[in-house]
């Protein structure tokens, strides 16, 4: 399965936009509060309870755990109910055992249990093996979403920030987990360049495992503000989610209220 298509980014651009998107981009980041970026990760890192819970014992869930899941690995509530129907029938407490304690390496367990829901959306499958991975070892293990990178449109936080797709093309799962990863480690040296990783941040052991995505998730989110400020009108503007929200959103954690 090949996961690099051709693109339409252009050599010669520093992002998949246009060359001043990624300047733009730093500049919006100044505005970011430090302290949203802090409080989403405390939010994690208060999820994760729930998620070492489960982990140690799937196959006692209920139907209750399994969509409570579905919804902390996808980015919307209607991707959320896609996973759980596609899951109906299967049997995920041997898939998640194989995946978190098989004996293969980490990407190839996560190719198999990708191969295994074949009947799923890819992307949904990638959300929800990199997701389990992700959040039984955030230090070690990445996410892999669509809006980090989705080798299928091409698109995504990833390639914005590290300039373009090519260290991001693989031939298979297994070696788009890794590349993924790559990337996300290189990525975070624009993340250095700016004043969101401060040491309330990185310096907490609950928080700076998860240091990364939620910078990434902020990236996005005032990504997707910048496209869409010129698109839609002033009112529509004014019911998208705040900041914090959207990166709620894509890191599936409750709207704060």
Request: charged share 20%.
């Amino acid at each position: 399965m090949t996961l690099g298509f051709v693109s339409h980014i252009k050599k010669d651009k520093i992002g998949p936009e246009d060359p001043e998107l990624l300047e733009t981009l730093a500049e919006s980041l100044e505005q970011v509060e430090t302290s949203d970026l802090v409080a989403v990760a405390a939010e994690l890192a208060a999820r994760q309870t729930r998620f070492t819970e489960l982990l140690a014992a799937p196959e006692a869930w209920s139907q209750d755990d399994l969509a409570w899941v579905t919804q902390a690995v996808t980015p919307s509530r209607k991707k959320a109910k896609a996973l759980l129907a596609g899951l109906a029938g299967v049997d995920t407490a041997v898939l998640i055992t194989d995946l978190l304690h098989g004996d293969k390496q980490v990407p190839f367990r996560f190719a198999d249990f990708v191969t295994q829901l074949g009947d799923l959306d890819l992307r949904l499958r990638l959300e929800l093996g990199s997701g389990l991975l992700h959040n039984a070892a955030p230090r070690t293990q990445w996410l892999w979403t669509r809006w980090l990178w989705d080798a299928q449109l091409q698109t995504g936080i990833l390639p914005l920030l590290v300039g373009g797709i090519h260290n991001l093309a693989a031939d298979n799962v297994a070696e788009g987990y890794v590349r993924v990863g790559s990337v996300t480690a290189v990525a975070m040296d624009f993340a250095e360049k700016t004043d969101l990783l401060t040491p309330e941040l990185t310096e907490n052991k609950a928080h700076n495992q998860f240091a990364a995505v939620v910078f990434l998730a902020c990236a996005y989110s005032i990504y997707l503000y910048g496209i869409t400020n010129w698109r839609l009108s002033r009112e529509y503007n004014r019911l998208l989610p705040t900041l914090p929200n959207m990166m709620r959103r894509l890191l599936g954690l409750p709207k704060a209220k």
